[in-house]
């Protein structure tokens, strides 16, 4: 290091730690969806067998019963009683192992009975569909005037109109009866789908046992009017989809993100992880090297997790919300202020996490699983931007409890019972 100026001493310094600064290893694309696409195939490979089998068995079924009446209808030929038939004809066939076919006499009594209605024919013994013949409905105009405004205002698909109607008390129809009524109406039938489905991609689900025991963060870049970008940080809930919180900012940074996992955490509680992807603004490129986001965490003891690399639908939950978000509010109105915007979400917040039913939930909103307590919603109440609407009694009633307060001693309450499991 003699002979050398400062400032090349300190440049030989910072090559040195570069040279010995270890980076992640780089995962490669390719390989992670060819592997991925693996794992589909079998599952593929799996459901067919399985419907091969099925389709074996019901064959098996139909001969099994095709070999019992002709059996009954040989001993007949013979004269032998009809009491005596069955009773021979059910000591031959009668079950005497696990695997075998259930037999009963009033079983074979019936059988006999569809062969003698079909004409002395056997198709009368395929095993038949439950489903019925004919199912009729008949909606009201009202009904279909709320399908149309609820699919055009806010895009809602069928089946969550039809779960929709029911919990408010509107009406009971199925949600295949809602896309009849789009194309009556002439408004766009194909449902919603995840375009990574079509990719040949095999999608692993989980639910965590009860709320606060992991935490999905993700971020929405949007436009204020004159074309600002602004940032929307998400934080959710996994075991309940109850969303915590939505913050938003003009800089995508860690800092940023660490004070919405402040925020978060003062509202709610502290969780035991949280999920996020590996943007900058979450984690560190270098090993050994946190962000500010990441030394937040380990000052709340929170455990960091990130999706594998390629894979977003790790963080789905977050993902899924940010699509409603965009569809029911984001696309629908401009925002001249951050002020503004912060405002709508949080109106919005208010609207999914306590009146708005969730698919994966079994149509319940994030609140009753989240706080333990089912928020009451009648008619048209508590939609954001129906509110002439729901005010005109020509549309029905409209009422609701108001929203549940959500404090750090919710889920400690909610959970006193249950034991800890994650």
């Given at each position: 290091m003699?002979?050398?100026?400062k ?7 910072k090559l ?9 290893a ?12 693996q ?8 459901r ?11 064959q098996?079924?139909?001969?099994f ?5 002709r059996?009954?209808?040989?001993l ?5 009683s009809?009491?005596e038939?069955?009773?021979m ?8 192992e ?5 037999l009963?006499?009033s079983?074979?009594r019936?059988?006999?009975r ?10 009368g ?7 019925p013949?004919?199912?009729?409905y008949?909606?009201?105009v009202k009904?279909?005037?709320i399908?149309f405004?609820w699919?055009?205002?806010l895009n809602?698909?069928g089946?969550?109109?039809?779960a ?9 129809i199925?949600?295949?009866?809602v896309y009849?009524?789009?194309?009556r109406l002439?408004?766009s039938?194909?449902p919603?789908a995840?375009k990574?489905?079509s ?5 692993r689900r989980y639910e ?11 971020l ?13 940080c998400?934080?959710?809930d ?5 969303v915590?919180?939505a913050l938003?900012g003009l800089?995508?940074?860690?800092s ?5 996992v402040?925020e978060?955490v ?8 949280i999920?996020t992807?590996?943007g900058r ?6 090993e050994?090297?946190k962000?500010e986001?990441?030394?937040?965490l380990?000052?709340?003891?929170i455990?960091?997790?990130?999706s594998p690399?390629?894979?977003p ?9 940010i ?6 509010l984001?696309?629908?109105y401009t925002?001249t202020?951050?002020t503004?915007?912060?405002t ?16 994966s ?9 989240f706080?333990g307590?089912a928020v009451r ?5 508590a939609?954001p931007?129906?509110?002439p ?9 409209a009422?609701?409890?108001p ?5 750090p001693?919710t889920?400690?309450n909610?959970?006193a019972l ?5």
């Amino acid at each position: 290091m003699k002979g050398k100026t400062k400032a090349e001493r300190q440049q030989a310094r910072k090559l040195k730690r570069r040279k010995e600064a270890k980076r992640k290893a780089k995962v490669h694309k390719n390989r992670v969806l060819a592997y991925r696409r693996q794992i589909d195939r079998a599952r593929r490979a799996r459901r067919r067998r399985e419907q091969r089998e099925h389709t074996q068995k019901r064959q098996r079924k139909f001969k099994f019963r095709v070999k019992v009446v002709r059996y009954f209808h040989q001993l007949r030929e013979l004269e032998v009683s009809e009491k005596e038939a069955v009773e021979m004809t059910y000591e031959k066939y009668r079950p005497r192992e696990q695997w075998h076919f259930s037999l009963s006499p009033s079983t074979i009594r019936n059988w006999v009975r569809q062969v003698r209605k079909a004409n002395g024919h056997y198709h009368g013994l395929r095993p038949k569909s439950c489903r019925p013949k004919k199912i009729t409905y008949q909606v009201s105009v009202k009904v279909i005037g709320i399908i149309f405004t609820w699919r055009h205002q806010l895009n809602w698909g069928g089946h969550r109109i039809a779960a929709e109607l029911e919990q408010r008390g509107i009406a009971k129809i199925s949600g295949r009866t809602v896309y009849k009524i789009f194309d009556r109406l002439g408004l766009s039938v194909k449902p919603y789908a995840l375009k990574g489905k079509s990719a040949g991609i095999a999608y692993r689900r989980y639910e965590k046992s009860r709320p606060n025991i992991q935490w999905h963060m993700d971020l929405k870049q949007s436009k204020l009017a004159e074309g600002t970008t602004v940032y929307i940080c998400i934080v959710i809930d996994d075991h309940s989809r109850y969303v915590l919180l939505a913050l938003v900012g003009l800089e995508k940074t860690a800092s940023f993100t660490a004070q919405a996992v402040k925020e978060a955490v003062d509202k709610a509680g502290q969780p035991l992880e949280i999920m996020t992807d590996n943007g900058r603004e979450f984690s560190s490129p270098w090993e050994e090297s946190k962000t500010e986001f990441g030394r937040q965490l380990d000052k709340f003891n929170i455990a960091h997790l990130t999706s594998p690399p390629y894979y977003p639908q790790a963080n789905g939950k977050a993902e899924a919300f940010i699509k409603s978000l965009s569809r029911e509010l984001l696309s629908r109105y401009t925002f001249t202020t951050v002020t503004q915007l912060q405002t709508a979400v949080d109106e919005f917040l208010v609207f999914y996490n306590n009146y708005r039913a969730h698919s994966s939930l079994g149509w319940q909103a994030p609140v009753t699983r989240f706080a333990g307590r089912a928020v009451r919603v009648q008619g048209l109440a508590a939609i954001p931007g129906l509110e002439p609407m729901a005010a005109d009694p020509r549309w029905g009633l409209a009422y609701c409890d108001p929203p549940v307060e959500i404090t750090p001693t919710t889920v400690q309450n909610r959970n006193a019972l249950i034991p800890l499991m994650v």
